[in-house]
């Protein structure tokens, strides 16, 4: 199974900072990963599908890089609305597998 | 608009079963392949299980197989997870997923909770 790190577990910033998540695949992905917002008691969102593209309606602050085992989502100047967890999501192969999720709050 | 709504959670002891529902709509269901993803009381995402388009593929966690059965119905635009053998661990929110067609997961449901509990 591929193992999924995701660091850091969380992180504390200030709005207009900033802010980079990685994730680690324990073996070669190619592309095949999204990154996910999830609020409190919601549905968590897609951001961003094969590894770099942006899903439609996401702020262009967001964006994401990499391919085989090493990915990062950057935000570029963070904004009190995304202050929330961030999830990867291998779908290389079954069964897939997310990140740990890194919190972003409030500092 | 796409719409997926679960159903079938509740409250049932340990070694007890569950069959949980997804009714889809606002899109053409069988060109998707579905996904069940849980997340546990103050925890992270995890996957459950996937099944493609046709219900000839299928995928499951290690921490259900053998356990958990995924199909689907695409003339009712339905999906199901099929719960065995429940364990406290497998207490959850459920969320009915719509796998994009590139790209994973793209559309979420609100979730079933499932509570194992004696």
């Known amino acids: 199974d591929i193992q999924m790190t995701q660091s850091p577990s969380s992180l504390s910033a200030s709005v207009g900072d900033r802010v980079t998540i990685t994730c680690r695949a324990s073996q070669g992905i190619r592309n095949d990963l999204g990154w996910y917002q999830q609020k409190p008691g919601k549905a968590p969102k897609r951001l961003i599908y094969a590894a770099s593209s942006l899903q439609s309606g996401v702020p262009s602050r967001f964006s994401a890089s990499g391919s085989g085992t090493e990915f990062t989502l950057t935000i570029s100047s963070l904004q009190p609305e995304d202050f929330a967890t961030y999830y990867c999501?291998?779908?290389?192969?079954?069964?897939?597998?997310f990140g740990q999720g890194t919190k972003v709050e409030i500092k | 608009e796409v719409q997926l709504v679960e159903s079938g959670g509740g409250v049932v002891r340990p070694g007890g079963s569950l069959r949980l529902s997804c009714a889809a709509s606002g899109f053409t269901f069988d060109d998707y392949d579905m996904s069940w993803v849980r997340q546990a009381p103050g925890k992270g995402l995890e996957w459950v299980s996937g099944i493609n388009w046709n219900g000839g593929s299928t995928g499951y966690a290690d921490s259900v197989k053998g356990r958990f059965t995924i199909s689907r119905d695409n003339a009712k635009n339905s999906l199901y997870l099929q719960m065995n053998s429940l364990r406290g661990e497998d207490t959850a929110l459920y969320h009915c997923?719509?796998?994009?067609?590139?790209?994973?997961?793209?559309?979420w449901g609100q979730g079933t909770l499932v509570t194992v509990s004696s």
């Open positions: 997923a719509r796998d994009g067609l590139v790209g994973a997961t793209d559309y």
């Open positions: 999501l291998q779908h290389n192969s079954y069964p897939w597998t």
